[in-house]
């Protein structure tokens, strides 16, 4: 917990060589956050991160701040930010970037072509994600129908999410999942 | 509940101001449990009608292709059209920042209760949910796709999800084939 200069050159060192790998979002480099947090430098153990992933997945805001939550366990407040600019700062770069382009050719012929090419993409991984997500949280019957109840709401419905939510707290909290 | 299924609506109001994106996305950032798509979705296709679901999927895309975190690249791209490097950094801030500050705050209450078995329980429950919000949102993204009809869309769509979600193929790898495949394939069914 001790916010160390060389700390936080580690943490911004690690985060900005993973900014441009997590080709795919923030989950796609899971693997590998792990791998160095875990086995190489030894920040944490195999329990806590997963803990750390659990909690980055249920508060809210974007999945990447697993890497503020991972930050902050390493150095604190100055680590979680360190950490989480590192992960995006590159990234967010290219995006700016590529964004401008991809508006200044709105109807030039390359880019409708790569377009219609990736949103088939983008809705392939999305709906991979959806899958790899079901088959890690729905270790019992009442979470997969916890899943089912929450996607069966989100497509059909306008119901607010944090409903179907506190629903599955109560669910967890009585022992049921 | 009277409403059509959401996402489909294809009346679009003016572009907003760069101070009501801010409060937007920090109020997605504050709300967004279990990823943030679907509540970034929700936000501005459904509830503002600020894109369309078409040009909601074709900024999304570009920020699924480019590595890093997606919302947060949409978040970047979006400011930018809207007001430049100022729009940028204002999306950054205002997607990231209020989630920051609460996961740093729920990781000092983990530290401290972690030990708690009813807090691991609780988590399960929400993890539950949080994917079936997910799945949801690749239906809704899947819609537009399918109902131009056939075409080689819908087989690339099918082709990644299979390889990525069911034979886990590393990512990477899936990119470098299914981009180029699904762009030669858009060309030849176009001309």
């Known amino acids: 917990m001790k916010a160390g200069t060389g700390t936080l050159d580690a943490l911004m060192t690690q985060f900005l060589l993973l900014s441009l790998l997590a080709v795919g979002g923030g989950n796609a480099a899971i693997p590998e956050m792990h791998r160095q947090a875990v086995d190489v430098l030894g920040w944490m153990t195999d329990r806590q991160f997963a803990d750390l992933f659990a909690i980055a997945q249920v508060a809210p805001g974007p999945n990447i701040i697993v890497v503020t939550l991972i930050g902050f366990h390493v150095a604190g407040v100055a680590g979680g930010v360190v950490a989480t600019l590192a992960m995006c700062g590159p990234s967010c770069l290219l995006a700016f970037g590529m964004g401008h382009i991809w508006e200044r050719f709105r109807y030039a012929r390359w880019r409708v072509l790569i377009q219609a090419g990736l949103v088939p993409v983008s809705v392939g991984l999305i709906a991979a994600s959806a899958l790899i997500l079901a088959q890690a949280a729905d270790v019992n019957w009442v979470a997969f129908a916890l899943t089912m109840v929450m996607a069966a709401v989100g497509y059909f419905t306008r119901v607010h999410p944090l409903w179907i939510f506190a629903l599955a707290a109560f669910a967890g909290y009585v022992g049921l999942v | ?191």
């Not at chain 2, 504050?30 to 503002?48: C, D, N, S, W």
């Not at chain 2, 690249?73 to 801030?93: D, E, K, Q, T």
């Not at chain 2, 990644?160 to 060309?187: D, E, K, N, S, Y």
């Open chain 2, 1 to 191: 509940m009277t409403e059509p299924p959401s996402g489909e609506g294809d009346a679009i109001n003016p572009r907003p101001s760069l101070p009501e994106l801010l409060f937007a996305l920090s109020y997605v950032s504050l709300t967004g449990f279990g990823g943030v798509l679907p509540f970034a979705r929700r936000m501005i296709v459904e509830q503002k009608r600020w894109m369309s679901a078409e040009e909601f999927n074709e900024v999304f895309s570009l920020c699924q292709f480019l590595p890093g975190p997606n919302i947060v690249n949409f978040s970047v791209v979006y400011g930018a059209r809207l007001g430049g490097p100022l729009g940028a950094v204002l999306g950054l801030i205002a997607i990231l920042a209020p989630a920051m500050v609460v996961v740093m705050i729920l990781g000092g209450i983990y530290m401290r209760f972690g030990d708690v078995a009813a807090l691991q329980r609780i988590l399960s429950g929400l993890a539950a949910a949080a994917a079936g919000l997910i799945v949801a949102v690749s239906a809704k993204m899947a819609v537009p796709l399918f109902r131009r009809g056939f075409g080689p869309a819908p087989i690339v769509a099918v082709a990644i999800f299979i390889a990525v979600g069911i034979l886990r193929v590393p990512l990477l790898w899936a990119l470098l084939v299914a981009t180029p495949a699904g762009i030669a394939l858009a060309w030849r069914w176009r001309t």
